[in-house]
């Protein structure tokens, strides 16, 4: 049983929530995070919270030996794409590099499971959709590489030295809880965008690409609720592994959603008109990525609860109306 659990990048957009849910389940919960993109007000107080990068050895050593942890969640990473194009080294130094440093000493401190964040970037451009985890991994950018990267070495490293791996290959999260939203500078991801021009923030939001080859002509995605990917990584924790084996396993829906539609279904929930402008595609963005959900409720038992597009769009509406700074507007703090 897990009772002590770090969560590296646990004030990051999904982290936060992955704390949330196991302080609900009565677990005690420790966070380090070098808040680089992270929130200190997105962690809940009732966590404890130590800011760091996950590379310091010396601080990573010491505390997962005084606070007696016994599995690990490794969320804190580098996550936009197109800076990795631009900086694959940064990407490399901290996704890779800094998250070895902490896998060597999870081993050394007999933490007996690491679940980690990993990405549907893993796939790069899929041949064949719904894609299941043991499609090939050709990663068109340098953050899908260092997904790639790390997932193998811990799947290498890891079990022949007693640590229990589950990597969980999320697709589009989305979404937010009352008190936890998604807060990056800058903003990428289409459902912020989208929302910041219901917002009166931005005059339009930029539609990349109107000639995929897919039902509307624009990029298809498997949009699944932050809530849902938290609940995964409680559930991670204590699934029991075939002798020891690594597992990778997708978090997502099975259902793809094109941009158009979600602009769509954000018109119809918001009741504003969300200008947009057609521009040309961005560089690296496949085409359609739906995930094959069979290995997560198999190996989980997990399903999605909370990822219709109308909820996700509610939530993140709600969240970004009470919050329109983000957590520069002070945050919850609970
Ligand atoms: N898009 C727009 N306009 C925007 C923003 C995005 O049209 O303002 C489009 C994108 O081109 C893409 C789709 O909406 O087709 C979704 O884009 P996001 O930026 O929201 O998400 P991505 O699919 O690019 O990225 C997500 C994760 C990454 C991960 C990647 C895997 O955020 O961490 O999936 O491909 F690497």
């Not at 009741?271 to 040309?280: D, F, S």
Request: aromatic share 6%; hydrophobic share 40%.
């Amino acid at each position: 049983m897990t009772r002590r659990v770090l969560v590296t990048g646990g004030a990051g957009y999904i982290g936060s929530v992955i704390v949330d849910q196991l302080l609900e389940r009565g677990l005690s919960v420790f966070v380090l995070d070098d808040l680089s993109t992270g929130h200190r007000d997105a962690v809940a107080r009732r966590a404890s919270f130590v800011q760091g990068n996950v590379g310091n050895g010396e601080l990573v050593e010491a505390l997962l030996g005084q606070e007696r942890i016994d599995a690990i969640i490794h969320m804190a990473a580098f996550a936009l794409v197109p800076e990795s194009v631009a900086q694959p080294g940064k990407y490399v130094t901290n996704n890779v590099t800094a998250a070895r440093v902490l896998l060597e000493a999870a081993v050394r401190a007999k933490i007996r499971r690491f679940v980690f964040s990993s990405s549907c970037a893993v796939y790069g451009h899929p041949a064949v959709i719904p894609i299941t985890e043991d499609s090939p991994q050709a990663p068109v950018n340098p953050y899908g590489e260092t997904k790639r990267d790390f997932e193998k070495l811990l799947a290498d490293y890891g079990p022949r030295n007693g640590l229990g791996v589950v990597s969980l290959r999320y697709f589009n999260a989305a979404g937010a809880t009352e008190q936890r939203g998604e807060d990056h500078d800058p903003e990428t991801h289409l459902i912020p965008n989208i929302l910041a021009v219901a917002l009166g923030k931005q005059p339009a939001v930029s539609i990349f690409g109107t000639d995929y080859p897919t039902a509307d002509g624009t990029a298809v995605r498997d949009y699944i609720h932050v809530v849902d990917i938290a609940d995964a990584h409680v559930r991670a924790l204590e699934v029991s592994l075939d002798s020891g084996a690594p597992v990778a396993v997708n978090l997502g829906t099975g259902a793809g959603q094109s941009v158009r539609q979600v602009v769509e279904v954000a018109r119809r929930l918001t009741g504003r008109p969300i200008a947009t402008v057609e521009r040309a595609r961005r560089p690296g963005d496949p085409p359609a990525l739906v995930a094959a959900v069979q290995r997560a409720a198999t190996v989980l038992g997990w399903r999605t609860k909370h990822s219709s597009l109308e909820e996700i769009l509610e939530s993140a509406w709600q969240w970004h109306r009470a919050h329109p700074q983000g957590y520069r507007g002070g945050g919850e703090g609970t």
